[in-house]
């Protein structure tokens, strides 16, 4: 099966500090990678959807300057939360689609979630 | 544009009986329905998919979805709910072909009394 894998899987800053997360593909190549945001008892809201090797898109009311997303293998895209505040602090989750043995391409494949606590 | 309804965003059933989650979608085009299952502090788990195929869809750990285009449905049942079922279950629409934004419903707790 496709397994997506996300580290850390906790991380408590400061307020002011930037924190990368980063979302990896362990068996198959990941083409497209997407970045949720899930509040406490709230659905998944897209953030960004990210090509291997092309900038991302990112939804309407997200800030692409403090969310910074790379996708520069296919196996790996990274987001940065640049100078985070408490208001940042939220569960962020990766998925991805792509292609590989024993995976649908049309299926989203989710990892673990990171949860983000900004003091 | 597409979006999905999830009746009931807490639902309580004991263990043993049946175990049915709503959702209701709109799409102007034909639709890829999905049921995910999140546990606490987890990411969401695939339980089943529709993309057009069987109307009747199964998925892992017993579940089942019924694709329904007269009602705009895909209801989540189990005929046996485990103890282990007791998660956060999101019904999400994407359109046909799954490469666009997955629209994700806002989710139902289940939990499952002993």
């Known amino acids: 099966g496709a397994v997506v894998s996300q580290h850390p899987s906790r991380v408590i800053c400061k307020s002011g500090t930037s924190v990368k997360i980063e979302c990896r593909s362990l068996?198959?190549?990941?083409?497209?990678m997407f970045w949720y945001r899930q509040f406490p008892k709230q659905s998944l809201m897209l953030m960004a959807t990210?090509?291997?090797?092309?900038?991302?898109?990112?939804e309407q009311g997200v800030e692409k300057d403090k969310f910074l997303i790379n996708h520069a293998s296919l196996t790996l895209s990274t987001l940065t939360v640049t100078s985070a505040h408490p208001e940042d602090s939220s569960f962020y989750i990766c998925?991805?689609?792509?292609?590989?043995?024993?995976?649908?391409?049309?299926?989203?494949?989710f990892g673990p979630g990171t949860r983000l606590t900004v003091l | 544009a597409q979006s999905v309804t999830q009746l009931g965003s807490h639902v309580s059933v004991s263990e043993g009986a049946l175990v049915l989650l709503r959702c209701n979608y709109s799409?102007?085009?034909?639709?890829?329905l999905f049921w995910y299952v999140q546990y606490p502090n987890q990411g969401l788990q695939l339980l089943l998919k529709?993309?057009?195929?069987?109307?009747l869809v199964k998925g892992i750990n017993g579940f089942e979805a019924e694709f329904k285009k007269s009602e705009t449905s895909f209801h989540l049942t189990k005929p046996s709910a485990h103890m282990s079922d007791a998660a956060e279950y999101f019904c999400?629409?994407?359109?046909?072909?799954?490469?666009?934004?997955?629209?994700f419903g806002i989710g139902t707790k289940l939990q499952v009394i002993p």
């Open positions: 529709y993309t057009s195929a069987a109307t």
């Open positions: 998925s991805a689609r792509g292609r590989g043995r024993r995976i649908a391409t049309d299926t989203q494949y």
């Open positions: 799409s102007s085009v034909p639709p890829y």
């Open positions: 068996d198959f190549q990941a083409t497209t």
């Open positions: 990210s090509n291997e090797g092309s900038k991302a898109t990112y």
């Open positions: 999400a629409v994407t359109l046909s072909g799954g490469y666009q934004k997955v629209t």
